[in-house]
Nanobody, 117 residues
Framework: QVQLVESGGGLVQPGGSLRLSCAAS????????MGWYRQAPGKERELVAT???????NYADSVKGRFTISTDNAKNTVYLQMISLKPEDTAVYYC???????????WGQGTQVIVSS
């Protein structure tokens, strides 16, 4: 069982920055992939960014150049640094993890990001 706890969401003005954190209950090198997804009101959950255990990253086109995903294996934490935030980035952001050797998906409880003036 993997537990994921997100933090760092909040209200920010357009053009502002936030850093989301996701603390895992197990070691991050034990994960095949970790990532961030988001779900805006009335929309389906969508991929934002992923990072594999080898460090390969993947981003949605809408966030490329503005968001950066990274991990700190010493803290078993994955981060999402977000800059130049736009109102359309408003959503609940969810952390995701898939342990190595499994097809199991674990999700955090979500953290709300609101971009508004």
């Amino acid at each position: 069982q993997v537990q994921l706890v997100e933090s760092g969401g909040g209200l920010v003005q357009p053009g502002g920055s936030l850093r989301l954190s996701c603390a895992a209950s197990v070691t991050t090198p034990g994960m095949n992939v970790m990532g961030w997804y988001r779900q805006a009101p009335g929309k389906e959950r969508e991929l934002v960014a992923t990072i594999t255990r080898t460090g390969s990253t993947n981003y949605a086109d809408s966030v490329k150049g503005r968001f950066t995903i990274s991990t700190d294996n010493a803290k078993n934490t994955v981060y999402l640094q977000m800059i130049s935030l736009k109102p359309e980035d408003t959503a609940v952001y969810y952390c995701h993890a898939r342990p190595r050797g499994t097809f199991l998906d674990y999700w955090g409880q979500g953290t709300q990001v609101i971009v508004s003036s």
